[in-house]
């Protein structure tokens, strides 16, 4: 964002960085007369309980204020708006990452949320002075915070005005009295009780102030969050377990007879491990790992594959599943934290673009596109549930489970030897020392793709004349006084290859050899593909060849 005139002649925006998501302009007369400078804010950010910050039109407003003060605007993010006036919610979050030893808890939380009321502002809309009706702020200043923190921000917006949309004052808890709430029951678990420790925030704004008929609204807002690290896999794991959950809470209607509300918790994925010989939890399949880091390869389609997301713990009609690659903090440790900047994967730009939702929670695959990742590029997929589960209409668990694998990128093309001239010269099908064979195929027939004097050499057929020696093929023996072809193979290749050899008589129809050919004994091991004759003499001309093709 960077400041410049406004379509109005008069004023001229300065653009300034604010912690919090926050954007703040501040508007100055170019003509320097003595004016105090004036200030808007507007949120970008809002809590992580559904409502307990509910800002509306923001697109819009940020292209009304883009429009006035000429500030081109780099990023904005629209907000949901949470329309119930009550909502009491749980959410369990687990963190889990899985490497070459396998999967480790990397920490979590349990948090409680419960809202009675709500106030819904024109987003931006909110000064520490009155303003009038305003391009920006159609309505004007509508409402006073006496309490409480409107915005989120973690300060306290007592004196503010805002542009109140909608307001529901409390009904049922009585606000500001956090000392009053607990947990007072839970099924059998490791979790104290009666669990106390709530923090407050209550607001309380008076509306109408632009009329005569101005009123106090209240809104009861109590909060409760318990860390776990990873070292407390166990307690985690023993203080949240399904059940009810009943709460007491300060009453509107009577100071000395409570309100219990009860929440049920359920079943949840966890993180894959083995007990009494049964596995469980969630893991990523079919995984080849460098060190801890999980090997992808930008040249063919990369397929992540997992197992464990059951209907035994997903409501398939409620649940989300979403898909990223995250960057690493340290890119060269597989252990270091998701980088919160923009992901890997989704590549494409866009305000809100940070994952993929999966056509269904069940899935257990995603597959990338080939040529989208950049070699010796690392990251971590992160594959997150979030968990939808009512105990009423405004009761519910709204936990998370998130399931994280670092990733690198090797180019089985690109060998020890560093980039040639730019990165096209390294891909399958580019020639790096122009001598007439792609890199593939070097790669793939044992020659050196960066030296124009080493190229893949033929494999000739010889008489073999020895006496019977036991192999390395376990249980079988080398033949003798035959002929043979062999051709030597890349060693645990990525992608897998397939390598066969194949007979013409004419150079022109080719027939694969397989283990059931009649005159040719076929042995396929992890470095050598062979074929024996069955007789000592050779039965009609021919010729032979070696392919190979990635799988």
Same mark, same amino acid.
């Given at each position: 964002?960077?400041?410049g005139?406004?379509?109005?002649?008069?004023?001229?925006?300065?653009?300034?960085?604010?912690?919090?998501?926050?954007?703040?302009?501040?508007l100055?007369p170019?003509?320097?007369?003595?004016?105090?400078?004036?200030?808007?804010?507007f949120?970008l950010?809002?809590?992580?309980?559904?409502?307990?910050?509910?800002?509306?039109?923001?697109?819009?407003?940020?292209?009304?204020? $883009? $429009?006035t003060?000429?500030?081109?605007?780099?990023?904005?993010?629209?907000?949901?708006?949470?329309?119930?006036?009550?909502?009491?919610?749980?959410?369990?979050?687990?963190?889990?990452?899985?490497?070459?030893?396998?999967?480790?808890?990397?920490?979590?939380?349990?948090?409680?949320?419960?809202?009675?009321g709500?106030?819904?502002?024109?987003?931006?809309?909110?000064?520490?002075?009155?303003?009038?009706?305003?391009?920006?702020?159609?309505?004007?200043?509508?409402?006073?915070?006496?309490?409480?923190?409107i915005?989120?921000?973690?300060?306290e917006?007592?004196?503010?005005y805002?542009?109140?949309?909608?307001?529901?004052?409390?009904?049922?808890?009585?606000?500001?009295?956090?000392e009053?709430?607990?947990l007072?029951?839970?099924?059998?678990?490791?979790?104290?009780?009666?669990?106390?420790?709530?923090?407050?925030?209550?607001?309380?704004?008076?509306?109408?102030?632009?009329?005569?008929? +101005?009123?106090?609204?209240?809104?009861?807002i109590?909060?409760?969050?318990?860390?776990?690290?990873?070292?407390?896999?166990?307690?985690?794991?023993?203080?949240?377990?399904?059940?009810?959950?009943?709460?007491?809470?300060?009453?509107?209607a009577?100071?000395?007879?409570?309100?219990?509300?009860?929440?049920?918790l359920?079943?949840?994925?966890?993180g894959?491990?083995?007990?009494?010989?049964?596995?469980?939890?969630?893991?990523?399949?079919?995984?080849?790992?460098?060190?801890?880091?999980?090997?992808?390869?930008?040249?063919?389609?990369?397929?992540?594959?997992?197992?464990?997301?059951?209907?035994?713990?997903?409501?398939?009609?409620?649940?989300?599943?979403?898909?990223?690659?995250?960057?690493?903090?340290?890119?060269?440790?597989?252990?270091?934290?998701?980088?919160?900047?923009?992901?890997?994967?989704?590549?494409?730009?866009?305000?809100?673009?940070?994952?993929?939702?999966?056509?269904?929670?069940?899935?257990?695959?995603?597959?990338?596109?080939?040529?989208?990742?950049?070699?010796?590029?690392?990251? +971590?997929?992160?594959?997150?549930?979030?968990?939808?589960?009512?105990?009423?209409?405004?009761?519910?668990?709204?936990?998370?489970?998130?399931?994280r694998?670092p990733?690198?990128?090797?180019?089985?093309? +690109?060998?020890?030897?560093?980039?040639?001239?730019?990165?096209?010269v390294?891909?399958?099908?580019?020639?790096?020392?122009?001598?007439?064979?792609?890199?593939f195929?070097?790669?793939?027939?044992?020659?050196?793709?960066?030296?124009?004097?080493?190229?893949?050499?033929?494999?000739?057929?010889?008489?073999?004349?020895?006496a019977? $020696?036991?192999?390395?093929?376990?249980?079988?023996?080398?033949?003798?006084?035959?002929?043979?072809?062999?051709?030597v193979?890349?060693?645990?290749?990525?992608?897998?290859?397939?390598?066969?050899?194949?007979?013409?008589?004419?150079?022109?129809?080719?027939?694969?050899?397989?283990?059931?050919?009649?005159?040719?004994?076929?042995?396929?091991?992890?470095?050598?593909?062979?074929?024996?004759?069955?007789?000592?003499?050779?039965?009609?001309?021919?010729?032979f060849?070696?392919?190979?093709?990635?799988?």
């Open positions: 964002m960077t400041a005139r406004s379509r109005s002649p008069e004023f001229f925006a300065i653009p300034l960085r604010f912690p919090k998501g926050f954007l703040k302009c501040r100055q170019i003509h320097g007369n003595g004016e105090k400078w004036e200030e808007l804010e949120q950010v809002r809590s992580q309980f559904s409502g307990e910050i509910a800002h509306v039109n923001v697109t819009k407003n940020l292209s009304l204020i $883009a $429009a003060l000429g500030a081109g605007l780099t990023y904005s993010q629209a907000q949901e708006v949470e329309a119930r006036p009550f909502l009491f919610q749980a959410r369990s979050v687990g963190n889990y990452r899985q490497i070459s030893t396998g999967t480790f808890f990397e920490g979590g939380t349990f948090s409680i949320g419960a809202r009675d709500l106030v819904v502002y024109e987003a931006g809309c909110i000064a520490p002075v009155y303003f009038p009706p305003l391009p920006i702020c159609p309505i004007g200043a509508t409402g006073f915070v006496t309490a409480g923190d915005d989120g921000d973690g300060l917006d007592n004196g503010s805002l542009s109140v949309l909608s307001i529901a004052r409390a009904a049922i808890l009585r606000p500001f009295q956090q009053r709430v607990a007072v029951a839970a099924p059998p678990s490791l979790l104290p009780r009666p669990l106390g420790g709530f923090v407050n925030d209550s607001r309380s704004v008076f509306y109408n102030i632009m009329t005569t008929a +101005i009123s106090q609204y209240d809104i009861s109590y909060t409760y969050d318990r860390t776990y690290m990873p070292a407390d896999r166990k307690t985690f794991d023993g203080e949240i377990v399904p059940g009810s959950y009943r709460f007491s809470f300060p009453s509107i009577s100071t000395s007879i409570p309100v219990a509300l009860s929440i049920n359920f079943p949840q994925l966890d894959f491990r083995k007990i009494n010989s049964q596995n469980q939890g969630l893991r990523f399949t079919n995984v080849r790992f460098d060190g801890d880091f999980a090997v992808l390869n930008p040249n063919v389609i990369n397929t992540i594959t997992w197992e464990g997301n059951t209907i035994s713990f997903i409501a398939p009609q409620a649940d989300r599943a979403y898909f990223s690659i995250k960057a690493l903090v340290d890119p060269n440790d597989p252990l270091s934290d998701p980088s919160p900047g923009p992901p890997i994967f989704p590549n494409f730009t866009g305000p809100t673009v940070t994952r993929v939702l999966l056509s269904n929670p069940l899935v257990q695959s995603y597959t990338l596109a080939p040529n989208f990742l950049i070699p010796g590029e690392t990251g +971590i997929v992160d594959l997150e549930f979030e968990i939808l589960r009512p105990t009423t209409a405004v009761i519910e668990d709204r936990s998370i489970r998130r399931f694998m990733v690198m990128v090797l180019d089985p093309f +690109i060998m020890p030897p560093p980039p040639i001239n730019g990165a096209t390294n891909i399958a099908s580019a020639d790096t020392d122009g001598d007439g064979v792609n890199n195929a070097e790669w793939a027939f044992r020659s050196d793709r960066t030296n124009a004097a080493s190229m893949p050499v033929a494999p000739s057929l010889i008489f073999v004349n020895q019977p $020696a036991t192999s390395e093929i376990i249980g079988t023996e080398e033949d003798s006084n035959c002929w043979e072809y062999k051709q193979k890349v060693s645990n290749p990525e992608p897998k290859l397939e390598y066969t050899i194949e007979r013409s008589a004419d150079m022109v129809t080719w027939t694969k050899i397989t283990a059931t050919d009649p005159n040719w004994k076929l042995t396929d091991t992890n470095s050598m593909i062979k074929v024996s004759s069955r007789d000592p003499e050779l039965k009609g001309g021919g010729f060849r070696s392919t190979v093709k990635a799988k």
